[in-house]
């Protein structure tokens, strides 16, 4: 059986309640959230009120001192800064000099 199709009078109606209630919805909710912020508000104020002092006091007592004196940072030279096993393998291996063989010793009989 196939559906009977609605006019398009019949679906603008429709439509047309179902933003009429969404627009009454979004009042509802935006009296109750102005009213759930205002109460919310004062709470919230001590608790900001009390951060911004204790920012303040921060910043006072940071102000007020002088920054201390550091000695300055010299810069590491290039080569201390690698690896050291890196260097290593980098490293050619030294000039092998000719060993001396010496004689073999004679064994007692």
Same mark, same amino acid.
């Given at each position: 059986m196939a559906a009977k199709r609605s006019g398009g009078s019949d679906i603008v109606d429709r439509l047309s309640d179902a933003i009429g209630e969404l627009i009454s919805e979004n009042r509802k909710l935006r009296r109750e959230l102005l009213?759930? #912020?205002?109460?919310?508000?004062?709470?919230a104020a &001590? +608790?900001?009120k009390r951060g911004a002092r204790s920012i303040s006091r921060?910043?006072?007592?940071?102000? #007020?001192?002088?920054t201390p004196r550091?000695?300055? &940072? +010299?810069?590491?030279?290039?080569t201390a800064r690698r690896k050291p096993a890196a260097a290593a393998a980098r490293r050619k291996p030294a000039a092998t000099q000719a060993k001396r063989k010496t004689p073999a010793r004679k064994r007692r009989t």
């Open positions: 009213k759930l #912020s205002e109460r919310g508000a004062s709470a &001590k +608790t900001i921060g910043v006072k007592k940071a102000v #007020s001192r002088p550091r000695p300055r &940072k +010299t810069a590491t030279r290039p």
